[in-house]
């Protein structure tokens, strides 16, 4: 593809943490590591980044030595962070998010909801953020209407946000991923078809039938 000869194209993964999708189990990280690195991606885990260069990138090798690759094209994927507007709308902010109170209002500007990638809010159960993902925006959209229809009525009795697990997949290819779904781990075919059912069906939910048809995935093949 492309017209560029496969021999010349190195692909290399660095990785700060220990492991690479780390909120997968061990067994699912193994798999989809296996796959990539049997289609030549190199894996470098546990190696920091300490600089970009125009040239390359240099990682912490050691503790005490630093290693340099050479790169065309570097990538850059670490995190997410909320949109800019709510750092200069004078909000106090990490990275463009907003630690939003159980309700999902401002502490301080009870009469302003943030939801999405511009909100934080704590999972009680390890004291860390909630990922930003999409099931977690629209679980926060459903009680955030519902709150704003109470506070437009001067009902000051606020819905507590619950998120509630539906499972993560994550694609490694066109017809391959690793995920949890209702519990269970799934790997390879059956992983990538349910991405892309999931992605189908956040798109029809968000804007309808028309939505879904023009950007959805309908390559089910295998």
């Given at each position: 593809?492309?017209?560029v000869?496969?021999e010349?194209?190195r692909?290399?993964c660095l990785?700060?943490?220990?492991?690479v999708?780390?909120?997968?189990?061990?067994?699912l990280?193994?798999y989809?590591v296996g796959?990539l690195?049997?289609?030549?991606?190199?894996?470098?885990v546990?190696?920091?980044?300490?600089?970009?260069?125009a040239?390359?990138v240099?990682y912490?090798a050691?503790?005490?030595?630093?290693?340099?690759?050479k790169?065309?094209t570097?990538?850059?994927a670490?995190?997410?962070?909320?949109n800019?507007?709510?750092?200069a709308s004078?909000?106090?902010?990490?990275?463009g998010?907003?630690k939003?109170n159980?309700?999902?209002t401002?502490?301080?500007?009870?009469?302003?909801l943030?939801i999405?990638d511009?909100s934080l809010?704590?999972n009680?159960?390890?004291?860390r953020?909630?990922?930003?993902?999409?099931?977690?925006a629209?679980q926060?959209?459903?009680?955030?209407a519902?709150n704003l229809?109470k506070m437009?009525?001067?009902?000051?009795?606020?819905?507590d946000f619950?998120?509630?697990?539906?499972g993560t997949v994550?694609?490694?290819?066109?017809?391959?991923a690793?995920?949890?779904?209702?519990?269970?781990n799934?790997?390879?075919?059956?992983?990538?078809f349910m991405?892309?059912?999931?992605d189908?069906r956040?798109?029809?939910?968000?804007?309808?039938?028309?939505?879904?048809m023009?950007?959805g995935?309908?390559?089910?093949y295998k």
């Amino acid at each position: 593809m492309y017209d560029v000869p496969r021999e010349k194209v190195r692909i290399v993964c660095l990785e700060a943490a220990p492991k690479v999708l780390p909120q997968f189990d061990a067994k699912l990280v193994d798999y989809g590591v296996g796959v990539l690195e049997d289609r030549g991606v190199e894996f470098l885990v546990g190696k920091p980044v300490k600089e970009a260069t125009a040239d390359g990138v240099r990682y912490a090798a050691s503790e005490t030595e630093e290693k340099e690759i050479k790169a065309g094209t570097i990538i850059w994927a670490a995190g997410v962070r909320g949109n800019s507007v709510i750092e200069a709308s004078g909000f106090e902010a990490g990275r463009g998010r907003v630690k939003v109170n159980h309700n999902l209002t401002v502490p301080g500007n009870e009469e302003i909801l943030i939801i999405g990638d511009c909100s934080l809010i704590i999972n009680p159960a390890n004291e860390r953020p909630y990922p930003t993902t999409a099931q977690i925006a629209m679980q926060q959209a459903d009680v955030a209407a519902i709150n704003l229809a109470k506070m437009v009525k001067g009902d000051t009795d606020l819905v507590d946000f619950e998120y509630h697990e539906k499972g993560t997949v994550c694609s490694i290819g066109d017809n391959d991923a690793i995920g949890v779904v209702f519990g269970k781990n799934i790997k390879g075919y059956p992983a990538s078809f349910m991405k892309k059912v999931i992605d189908d069906r956040a798109l029809l939910l968000i804007g309808g039938t028309g939505v879904m048809m023009s950007k959805g995935k309908f390559k089910f093949y295998k």
